[in-house]
């Protein structure tokens, strides 16, 4: 922001913010305000701050579980790191489209974090513009939270990570496509009038772009609604002591009655 005036949208924009909001942690964003310690998005996406980001994850998992530092790889932890900002990024504004009508647009200086050892990602949002979402089919959509929340908000952090941790472009990519299967997931858990909206953008984002070949999209008949997208790939969380698989991983997985997307491999 360039003043010091707490932001107050009004109208459809903030309805479909605040509509998101009630989904869960990962679904909020707060109105930016100056006193609240907010640093820009972009700050986010400097390689040194990444590093300090996932040294501080690092340190709090390993102090939390008792492991040793050998046991606690820096890549594995900025592979969680990010899904966990991916989710922050993408799961606001999947549920503001889906069930709150509107599609907020902000650019990268339109948001806002704060710098946290662990947990959801506290993020703010300034003044934003937004897209009426009521009129486009899922295919529309996808477009859209493709150009907006993946192509505008999380491939500039993805760069950071790629080229500051070594990480595999196929594993960030997964990660964003697992953030999505998970909000995707949660807002049908909460909202079932919303699933089939929820998981038909989803099905489609997942066939474009960046995105393509990082999955697989069950049928719609398979399976509880939570878990309907299985990773191509995995996060490496399995790879600290305790971590275990998440519900979308490729490795908990039988790949028999699920199709991938076509695209990248």
Known sequence: MTSDTPVRLTGRVLSALVTAAQFGPFFRWEPWTPEAGWLPWTRLCDGEVAAERVRVARETLIGMFGLTEREVPTRVVASVTFLGYASRVVSPLLAAAVAGGELP?????QIWWQPRPGGPLPMA???TPARPCTPLDPAALAGA????AVGGLVAPLLEVFREQFRLSPQVLWGNVASALGGAAGLLAEQSPMHAAAARGVVAELVRIGPLAGTCRVAPASAGPSRRFLVR??????YRIPGGGTCGDCVLAHPRAGV????GRS
């Open 105 to 109: 647009t902000p650019a990268a200086g």
């Open 232 to 237: 191509n790939n995995c996060c490496l969380y």
């Open 145 to 148: 939270l493709a150009e907006v």
């Open 125 to 127: 949002y300034g003044e």
């Open 259 to 262: 199709r991938s997307a076509p």
